[in-house]
């Protein structure tokens, strides 16, 4: 995020975690803040880079109070949807936007908020919806449900009733750099780019990370389990990213009268290649009559081939 967002962002969790009875003071850089409130100890980061919030994620950070050491608790607040932190807690704009509003509420009934951050004691009288209520909701990082279902087998062409399913795909961004020589021929294949494989097929297609969302899916969707794992998707799109980068060289050579031609493929090697994959998921009615017929719950478009592996259903 832009700094003057950041800045923006940061002082609005400021204003919740005080809400919330915490006495909150700046951090040095990358952090944010950190926040203190009886036995809790919170560390606060606001970034939407994905190198940053892993970073963040990996690291643990420790409080002396008296003769002892405690492990503080990590705040992650982004509003890149594509981000993920397993060893902290993580606001995505709906969290943001819900907590700041009920913070809002909080001071006007000059009450003390409680937010869900473990350690905190539940002794406020006033507590943000749902904060300590089980979440029986399943969120996974996916693209939106863009095409209702009466759309969808509108659009199928066939008698049935649509299923929504949400396939696999390992998301990935790619960095190249180096180059290759032969002879007075030299190719550079410095770039940048992105691109999702198929968990289950391994085809691969452009999807655009800025559209992701982890909202809760709908109530008896479908998830299909991937048949590829990470290290095979990396060796499938690090094969896929030499070839497309492959260059073929023709060399000129005068030898007397006659000249030939010489032709080499010069390619990228795969050390210089960097990958960072997420696992997200794509959106699909499923349609079943007397064939199955897919169609791309976020895009509107027909699958050429129906994918019919084992399900979970939530």
Same mark, same amino acid.
């Given at each position: 995020m832009e700094q003057r967002t950041r800045e923006k962002a940061s002082r609005a969790v400021s204003d919740i975690l005080k809400a919330a009875g915490f006495d909150v003071h700046h951090a040095t850089a990358p952090l944010d803040m950190s926040a203190i409130r009886k036995n809790t100890y919170l560390l606060v980061m606001c970034t939407d880079d994905p190198e940053e919030a892993y970073s963040y994620s990996d690291t643990e950070y420790t409080i002396r109070v008296g003769q002892? /050491?405690?492990?503080?608790?990590?705040?992650? &607040?982004?509003?890149?949807?594509?981000?993920?932190?397993?060893?902290?807690?993580?606001?995505?704009?709906?969290?943001?936007?819900?907590?700041?509003?009920?913070?809002?509420? =909080?001071? %006007?009934?000059?009450?003390?908020? %409680?937010?869900?951050?473990?350690?905190? /004691? /539940?002794?406020?009288?006033?507590?943000?919806?749902?904060?300590?209520?089980?979440?029986?909701? &399943?969120?996974?990082?996916?693209?939106?449900?863009?095409?209702?279902?009466? /759309?969808?087998?509108?659009?199928?062409?066939?008698?049935g009733v649509a299923t929504l399913r949400f396939l696999p795909y390992w998301m990935f961004r790619y960095s190249c750099r180096g180059c290759a020589a032969y002879k007075d021929q030299n190719i550079n294949f410095d770039g940048d780019g992105s691109g999702a494989l198929n968990a289950i097929n391994g085809a691969l297609s452009d999807i655009d990370a800025d559209t992701v969302t982890r909202r809760e899916i709908p109530d008896g969707s479908e998830i299909a389990k991937p048949s590829i794992n990470r290290d095979d998707a990396e060796v499938?799109?690090?094969?896929?990213?030499?070839?497309?980068?492959?260059?073929? %060289?023709?060399?000129?050579?005068?030898?007397?009268? =006659?000249?030939?031609?010489?032709?080499k493929n010069l390619s990228p090697d795969p050390d210089n290649i960097s990958l960072d994959l997420r696992e997200i998921y794509i959106p699909v009615w499923q349609i079943k009559g007397k064939k199955i017929v897919e169609i791309n719950a976020f895009?509107?478009?027909?699958?050429?081939e129906p994918l019919d592996d084992g399900v979970e259903v939530f």
């Open positions: 002892e /050491e405690k492990v503080c608790e990590k705040l992650l &607040v982004t509003f890149n949807p594509s981000i993920t932190a397993d060893n902290c807690l993580v606001w995505y704009p709906e969290e943001f936007a819900l907590y700041a509003g009920e913070a809002v509420l =909080a001071r %006007v009934l000059n009450k003390t908020l %409680v937010l869900p951050l473990d350690g905190m /004691e /539940e002794s406020s009288s006033y507590k943000a919806r749902g904060s300590h209520e089980p979440d029986t909701s &399943v969120r996974i990082p996916h693209l939106p449900v863009r095409v209702h279902r009466d /759309e969808a087998e509108e659009k199928a062409g066939i008698p499938k799109i690090t094969r896929h990213l030499i070839s497309s980068m492959t260059k073929r %060289v023709r060399i000129r050579q005068v030898k007397g009268d =006659a000249i030939f031609y010489e032709e895009t509107g478009k027909r699958l050429i």
